[in-house]
């Protein structure tokens, strides 16, 4: 069984940083590919960023690319998740994912992702 636990949301204003990690447990983490969605009050999850256990590859949502940057350091165990110029909008419940199949491509979609994490509340204020 595979375990996530992610941490590091809270409350900043618009313009500011969060960085957001998510601690997994339970397989061999540098055979995972990890992502992050994030899921706003009313809204569809959707997808933020992922990063290939392969070669540390990434992809980006459209809405994130430039402010956002996803790492890992298979030494802890952990994905990172930098936001930076976070905007209103980028308000939402934030929840890492592990796709443990060892995967060729990254995916974006949820479908992709077989362990799920409870999510880190990050709320940006106007």
């Known amino acids: 069984q595979v375990q996530l636990a992610e941490s590091g949301g809270g409350l900043v204003q618009a313009g500011g940083s969060l960085r957001l990690s998510c601690v997994v447990s339970?397989?061999?983490?540098?055979?995972?590919?990890m992502g992050w969605f994030r899921q706003a009050p009313g809204k569809e999850r959707e997808f933020v960023a992922a990063?290939?256990?392969?070669?540390?590859?990434?992809v980006y949502a459209d809405s994130v690319k430039g402010r956002f940057t996803i790492s890992r350091d298979n030494a802890k165990n952990t994905v990172y998740l930098q936001m930076n110029t976070l905007k209103p909008e980028d308000t939402a419940l934030y929840y890492c994912?592990?796709?443990?199949?060892?995967?060729?491509?990254?995916?974006?979609?949820?479908?992709?992702?077989?362990?799920w994490g409870q999510g880190t509340q990050v709320t940006v204020s106007s």
């Open positions: 339970g397989r061999t983490f540098s055979r995972i590919t």
């Open positions: 990063i290939s256990w392969k070669d540390s590859s990434t």
């Open positions: 994912a592990a796709d443990t199949g060892a995967p060729i491509r990254i995916k974006s979609s949820r479908g992709g992702y077989d362990y």
